[in-house]
């Protein structure tokens, strides 16, 4: 046998899925082909009683009512009992039943008149012809219920005295009903490919879709992995750094020679380094938690752009970058300036990170119809066409190979993009290798308003300030310590809801700030809500490593501020005061 003609392999699940279709169309098709058997064996029976009298007619027809109830109450059972391919033979079974009870009437048939014979053997044709279609082209389940009506009626044309003496057409009337039974059969098998076409296609997009499914809830379920990792591995890390980082704060507030001071500035640049990068897993756990709300006001645009220049200018300055600003006018959007910022912020410090020394960086902003337009256009290495859209995946970097820290995790795009369909902005890149990078953020232009200037206030600590520490982890509550009381404040410290309890019974509480894990099944939040019911007007604060977006959503449910690990010296300070006196 010749490769062309080997057979298409046979795929068992696959037929048993056209077997079993088949099935429940048959028995979902099953009531209404028996109306139009009832209707058909009430017209034959008017015709066999008008030709030969009541009597015959009237038992067939009861006959004919009990199989019709039998096949109603019991055809779904018998059919769907039957094991593996026993359905398809089944169903022929019941067919074949009630074409020979449709045919019984042809033992009249000579009896008939010639309209009364052309009367019922139209109706056996169109019962024949029906079937095609409630058996799928089955071919053998069809035959089963046609060639009993058809092969009979044949042979009664055939047979049957002719008065008039038209024999001959009676015998080429036989000869048609033959070849008309051919034919369907012909007609049934193109009808019956279709079907099992149909239901093998049906078999494999279910398969596909079940597939699909499978591959979707698999890669659920590895990012809901991969937040739970980062969520431990953030807290983790941000313990130690949080320490480091009160401790570095407290030294900064004391006399120190300029040695020291300069010591103590480089450790709080590395620090605020790292802070940085643990800075961005939080926003991408703040961004999934959906805890993040764009508060919408009017906006300065080419305010905001011109502020955010001016303070980014040093960095530009510093890595010998031409940085400049081009602003098209007074531009204004409905938007929310912080959330927009930091989209401004990380697209400018992912340009500074790629553009060399003696490149160029611009930022501007212009009304275009009723939008307005931001755009950080770089001169640096560029991103390929098909790294373009990776971009904005988390963790990942261009030309940065050998993993430089210094040009951080790979978050940068990845939280623009959010903070984009956040704030319904539209991004878009246009990037070429050698050549440079140019991303456009677009927002609708709205017709700015007047309103007062804001003012920043400046935290102030209330000297003497009686502050609840509690943290499980004696490093972290002993460096606090240190800086609050740098800070002039009262420090009582404590590892657990117990111990914070017997700290609140005796002493005044001003503010509280809690870790959220504690040990064991205790937690900052059982610690807040215990402490509260002893003091109810204390400042609480939740102070964690953990960025696991349930337990933003958490925090946020119960209306509870909440400051991430390692804390700045302007949150802590914004966190103790002012505090009514």
Known sequence: MTPSARPAPVDPVSDAFVRDRFIDMFLGQNRRAQVGQAVAALLIAYIWAAALGPTAPLLWLALVAVVSLVRYRYTDRFVRQAAADGGPRRIGCVLLANGLLMAIPLAAFSGFSELGRAAVSIILLALATASVTTTSGYRSVFLAFAAPMLAPLAVAWAFAPHPDGSREAALGF???????MLFLVGVGRQSHQIFEESSRFRHGEQQLNRELSKALDEASEANRA???FLAAASHDLRQPIHSMNVLVAA??????????????SLLDSVNQTLSKQLDGLLDI???DAGTIRAELGVQRLDQLVASHHAATAPVARERGIAYDLKIGGEVSALTDAALLARALSNLTDNAFKFTRRGGAVTVSVHPDGDDAVITVLDTGIGIAKEEQERVFREFYQVGNTERDRSKGLGLGLSIVQRLCQLLDVRLSLVSQTGVGTSITLRLRAVKPTARPEARPVAPAVVPGLSVLVVDDEAMARHSMRLLLSELGCTVHLADSTDQAMTLA????IDVMLSDYRL?????GLIAIESVRTLHPDARVVLVTGDTEPGRIREADARRIPLLHKPVSLQDLLGALGPVDA
Not at 174 to 180: E, G, K, Q, R
Not at 519 to 523: A, H, K, L
Request: proline share 6%; aromatic share 6%.
């Open 174 to 180: 036989a000869l048609l009903l033959v070849f008309y």
């Open 226 to 228: 991969k937040t739970q």
């Open 251 to 264: 030294l900064s507030l004391r006399e120190l020679d300029p040695r020291s001071r300069e010591i103590v």
């Open 285 to 287: 756990s703040k961004l």
């Open 505 to 508: 019974r005796e002493h005044p």
């Open 519 to 523: 040990r064991g099944e205790d937690s």
